[in-house]
């Protein structure tokens, strides 16, 4: 064994009650589908052969230094308190502190049952593997805090849900998998003790600035504010923002039912299961404070007096709305091409999307088309834009460099939901070709790449992707 990976593991030296202690389970003819080397350079991972990365990130073998274990936390999902979820299907081995001085955890998804799985397998199947692979690191190029793949395995075995499927397993990276969740178990348990040994745990490693359980949540408010205006200004939706996947450290984790939306509509949703609409684009901003509001129940739960803490909370709370309504209006000015604050940003932008929600307009490509002067093309009514254009002119008038602006905040390419089920169906067929173009493009989405102009279509009627599934 030449394979090497130099861990570090801090999270795996916290007491027994944060986590089970087990091997990801075998499996019969791990095979390495991808591996993200530009990733592991950044981690200080050198790639070792083809065959021996498949045994360690198939699971089959445990590498030197790992501490592999399965982490316990609870989670609201879609609002109902579930008191227990864990890893049921994931095993972390450990972490790694790369060369550019960050902390990241490396996790097997798919690796097997745990003391969490109750009635699953344990297991994934190749379709949300590479979904999760590429739009992930999607996400990373266009400056999104997410976290990332590193590798993706084929097991070898077959996965049952409808049918028969191949079996897959992800590695997966984080700057760590701490979840609102994660405190949460600890505060139903009026477990005190667990709850202030986990903040101190999550300030030290994420955020060494900030004081105490209220430091924690204002740091957590600010980064999960940012995460949101990002995720709109690239028309994501999450699809499954429960508490359990709701990150300490602010990045977007867990593409199951995501999506990037194509034409534009606030209301939007493609995720199957969430029939009351919960977690709709326009939505996002507001489940993530009734998230924060969550993690402030339970992080006051550790103080001596927690009636105490409830005003502070609440402040903290009450002031995320705020704070990413304008890292929201930020990241829009900009994809309009406006660097600096000004009067009427905010009606100059709804103004734009209200218009585009009633013309079918491509979300990603009329932005896109701002900058050179074809954005009207992208409305059924194109005498709708000409209604709002000349404010915006207007508006634009001294502006310095409004087409770099424009150019830096609007993407040429996402991941588009016909492009992601179609390099699936090729992937289970045993093609990959479509697999590796979509993130050799996808990892410049700013830049014009006129050969791949069949990336930035919109779906055709019939290929529309209606709805996503949670992929389990
Ligand atoms: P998710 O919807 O992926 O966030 O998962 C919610 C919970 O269900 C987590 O505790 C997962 O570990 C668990 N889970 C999801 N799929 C499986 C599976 N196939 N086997 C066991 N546990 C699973
Ligand atoms: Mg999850």
Known sequence: MTFTIPFDNTYAALPGQFYSKLPPQAVTAPRLAAFNEDLARIMGITPGDAGEMAQVFGGNLVPEGADPLAQLYA???????????????AILLGEVLGVDGKRRDIQLKGAGRTPYSRNGDGRAWLGPVLREYVVSEAMHALGIPTTRALAAVETGETVWREGGLPGAVLARVAASHLRVGSFQIFAARGDKASLRQLTDYAIARHFPEADGPMGLLRAVRDAQ?????????????????????????????????CAFMDDYHPHRVFSSIDRGRRYAYANQPSIAVWNLAQLATALIQQMDDPEAGVEEATEIVHAMPARTEEAWLSRFRAKLGISAAGDGDLELVTGLLERMAENQSDFTNTFRALADGTARDQFTDPAAFDTWAPDWQARLEGAPDPQAVMRSANPAFIPRNHRIEEMIAAAVAGDYALFNKLNRVLAKPFEDQPEHADLQRPPLPQEVVQATFCGT
Do not use: C, K
Not at 230 to 251: K, L
């Open 225 to 257: 504010s940012e995460l949101i205006a990002a995720w709109m200004s690239v028309g994501f939706i999450h699809g499954v923002m429960n508490t359990d996947n709701s990150s300490i450290p602010g990045e977007t984790i867990d593409y199951g039912p």
């Open 75 to 89: 989670g609201h999902q879609f609002g109902t308190y579930n008191p227990q979820l864990g890893d049921g299907r």
